[in-house]
């Protein structure tokens, strides 16, 4: 508790009124008793002041048409039809646009593992009870962190990692002076060698692949030819070509 006060403490400063929230799961519930029991004044949320999901208003079926005209429907016979948002899939997308938004993630997942794992009420808040795989889905990871608390745990916690063919190391910072830093670090890195040196080559070259590969399939959709089909030897050998002619194109903007 003397640590929770001290948290809450902060949002108050100067002789100024605050306001802390705090959100707990089920299992952690007996943790409102806790805080009672020593005297730290905590109030549920009224009803009024929820965030409630997003609502649509959808007439009920007892609605009826007069005249051919569609009329307006009363009050008691509107039903709503509550819709969830999963914003997750855009807040991956963001994710994959900038670094600093995987790296600030990455870190507030680590950070939240550790201070949950080194809480002193250990009785209300078990490790052993956490989530990591919904955890790490909530805070829109794209890949398991590596960290001692995971070590046994990574084919086991029910979290959907991005697939081989999203290059991670191929994720820019949109801040450039911070971009241009990062590629000659990671340039040094590949240089020196070593094993990290070759894991993320081989990273970058299946990632390489299997996006050359999507854009192949994406390529033969778009003009009308069966992706699933193989083609002759001739056709490939235009394809390479094309493929070629491309880089060429690209090389030369670039310089």
Same mark, same amino acid.
């Given at each position: 508790?003397?640590?929770?006060?001290?948290?809450?403490?902060?949002?108050?400063?100067?002789?100024k009124?605050?306001?802390?929230?705090?959100?707990?799961?089920?299992?952690?519930?007996?943790?409102?008793?806790? !805080?009672?029991?020593?005297?730290?004044?905590?109030n549920?949320?009224?009803?009024?002041?929820?965030?409630?999901?997003?609502?649509?208003?959808?007439?009920?079926?007892?609605?009826?048409?007069s005249?051919?005209?569609?009329?307006?429907?009363?009050?008691?016979?509107?039903?709503?039809?509550?819709?969830?948002?999963?914003?997750?899939?855009?807040?991956?997308?963001f994710?994959?646009?900038?670094?600093?938004?995987?790296?600030?993630?990455?870190?507030?997942y680590t950070?939240?593992?550790?201070?949950?794992?080194?809480?002193?009420?250990a009785?209300i808040?078990?490790f052993?009870?956490l989530?990591? @795989?919904v !955890?790490?889905?909530s805070?829109?990871?794209?890949r398991?962190?590596?960290?001692?608390?995971?070590r046994?745990?990574?084919?086991?916690?029910?979290?959907?990692?991005?697939?081989?063919?999203?290059?991670?190391?191929?994720i820019?910072?949109?801040?450039?002076?911070?971009?241009?830093?990062?590629?000659k670090?990671?340039?040094?890195?590949?240089?020196?060698?070593?094993?990290?040196?070759?894991?993320?080559?081989?990273?970058?070259?299946?990632?390489?692949?299997?996006?050359?590969?999507?854009?192949?399939?994406q390529?033969?959709?778009?003009?009308?030819?069966?992706?699933?089909?193989?083609? @002759?030897?001739?056709?490939?050998?235009?394809?390479e070509?094309?493929?070629?002619?491309?880089?060429?194109? !690209?090389?030369?903007?670039?310089?």
């Open positions: 508790p003397s640590q929770y006060i001290h948290r809450v403490g902060r949002s108050a400063r100067a002789g009124f605050g306001n802390s929230l705090i959100f707990l799961t089920p299992k952690e519930e007996c943790f409102i008793d806790f !805080l009672r029991i020593r005297k730290v004044p905590i549920e949320i009224c009803n009024d002041e929820r965030c409630s999901p997003a609502t649509s208003i959808v007439p009920s079926f007892s609605e009826q048409k005249k051919g005209k569609q009329q307006k429907p009363e009050l008691d016979k509107v039903e709503e039809k509550i819709e969830i948002i999963n914003v997750l899939p855009k807040i991956r997308q994710v994959l646009e900038d670094r600093d938004l995987l790296e600030k993630g990455t870190k507030a950070s939240y593992i550790r201070a949950y794992k080194e809480y002193q009420c009785f808040f078990r052993q009870s989530e990591l @795989g !955890l790490a889905t805070f829109s990871l794209l398991l962190p590596k960290m001692p608390e995971l046994d745990k990574y084919d086991k916690v029910n979290f959907i990692a991005a697939g081989p063919e999203i290059d991670i190391h191929g820019t910072y949109k801040d450039k002076v911070r971009e241009k830093a990062r590629q670090r990671l340039a040094a890195e590949l240089a020196a060698g070593g094993k990290n040196a070759k894991q993320i080559k081989a990273e970058q070259y299946l990632a390489k692949k299997l996006q050359k590969e999507k854009d192949r399939r390529d033969a959709i778009t003009k009308g030819r069966n992706p699933n089909k193989k083609r @002759g030897k001739q056709a490939q050998m235009y394809d070509w094309d493929e070629l002619a491309k880089e060429e194109r !690209l090389h030369k903007k670039l310089k």
